[in-house]
């Protein structure tokens, strides 16, 4: 009877310990709530840790002052025996502390690296939705209007067959070579004047957008193909740091197979295992381990500083982006010729600025608090 009951108490541990690790990872949370978190987390560790040690440490001097005044040889034997009882239960304490401390630690980092891979994966869908090239040449290219094609096509009929000029087939497709054509053809064509100015009528906004924004706009597509480049080196950055973070503790399936098989408790699992192994463990060989659980902890702080100055960075390209769409000279008395594509642009930076603004959001913590969070210093001060 006795053996079911201690078999149902371990499978009823078991299920806690199994639905502990499920709620940590299953709540989508931002890095500053987990970091908050982890904060008051380790406050009431550190607590409960104080409280204890104060009962021990008055039982102890308790002790010290009664050796200090009792000459029966037994009793002072007595205080000896109790004393060394104490003294290694606050070292028990310590280790339990410790342990619990960096269970903490290494599950809310854990947490962070989670969160901060769905940001990455989404900055990666977000460039990836990003205008084209295709689009953008759409935008800037005059040649792509139907309105400047119907143009050439009038000029072309009545140019004069002596004079005009038919470009090569590599020279028909750069911009300003092709508008430099056109205007010149259309000048000694037998176009009458009034007719002339009806046809640079219909195309005159057309013209001014695509000379006047044509740089502005490759320069936006080109610094956004920069950002995107950046980004893949960010997510492979966060892919090597988990598998830096889960190493000590014996875990070996990638980051990108451990979130589509959603397998975070297998790690929960192992990093127990890991310190309850590191409990058991004495003197260079413990310390190695605490050092092993260290390392992945510190890598993690140089990720996020690398993640905030990309994230920092990003958002300031598109405020220049912004800048550089809304410069537009023109744009009120040509607002109702612009392409739509231009507006799309227009929207979907704002869009990117709000995401880099709110949901991509860097990680709220400088380097001096993070490590004072993340290596508890001063923690039994």
């Known amino acids: 009877m006795k053996k079911i009951q201690y078999q149902f108490v371990i499978l009823l541990l078991f299920l806690i310990q199994q639905l502990q690790a499920k709620t940590v ?10 970091v908050m978190e982890l904060t008051v987390e380790i406050q009431r560790v550190q607590k409960e840790y104080h409280t204890k040690y104060r009962l021990l440490s008055n039982q102890l001097t308790e002790i010290n002052q009664g050796l200090a005044t009792e000459n029966n040889r037994d009793r002072k034997m007595d205080f000896l025996i109790k004393k060394d009882e104490i003294k290694e239960q606050i070292h028990f304490l310590q280790l339990e502390t410790n342990s619990e401390i960096s269970k903490i630690r290494y599950l809310k980092g854990l947490q962070v690296i989670k969160t901060l891979y769905e940001k990455v994966l989404s900055l990666d869908h977000h460039f990836a939705s990003v205008r084209t090239l295709n689009e953008i040449n759409k935008i800037s290219n005059p040649n792509q209007y139907p309105e400047y094609s119907k143009l050439k096509e009038v000029v072309n009929a009545k140019k004069d067959k002596k004079t005009s000029l038919d470009l090569t087939a590599v020279l028909g497709t750069n911009t300003i070579v092709s508008v430099v054509q056109t205007f010149t053809n259309m000048i000694a064509s037998s176009l009458t004047k009034e007719e002339k100015e009806k046809e640079l009528a219909n195309v005159d906004c057309i013209l001014d957008f695509t000379l006047r924004m044509q740089n502005d706009l490759n320069t936006i597509y080109f610094e956004t193909a920069f950002l ?5 080196k960010i997510k492979k950055e966060i892919e090597l740091l ?3 973070y889960t190493k000590p503790i014996g875990y070996v399936a990638t980051l990108e197979n451990c979130r ?3 397998d975070w408790e297998t790690i929960t699992q192992k990093m127990e295992e890991y310190l309850a192994k590191m409990k058991t463990t004495t003197g260079t060989s413990q310390y190695k381990m605490q050092v092993n659980m260290e390392f992945p902890i510190d890598r993690l702080l140089q990720f996020i500083t690398q993640y905030n100055n990309f994230i920092d960075q990003g958002g ?3 405020e220049k982006f912004k800048i550089i769409l809304n410069s537009y000279e023109n744009a009120k008395q040509c607002e109702t010729k612009l392409p739509l594509e231009y507006k799309k642009l227009k929207a979907d930076i704002d869009v990117a600025i709000n995401k880099f603004n709110v949901a991509y959001k860097p990680v709220e913590v400088n380097g001096t608090k993070m490590k004072e969070i993340l290596y508890g210093l001063n923690e039994f001060d």
């Open 316 to 318: 300031k390209f598109y």
């Open 25 to 34: 990872f299953d709540s989508e949370k931002e890095p500053n709530e987990v």
């Open 228 to 232: 995107q480049t950046s980004n893949e």
């Open 260 to 262: 589509t098989n959603d």
């Open 242 to 244: 988990f598998k830096d």
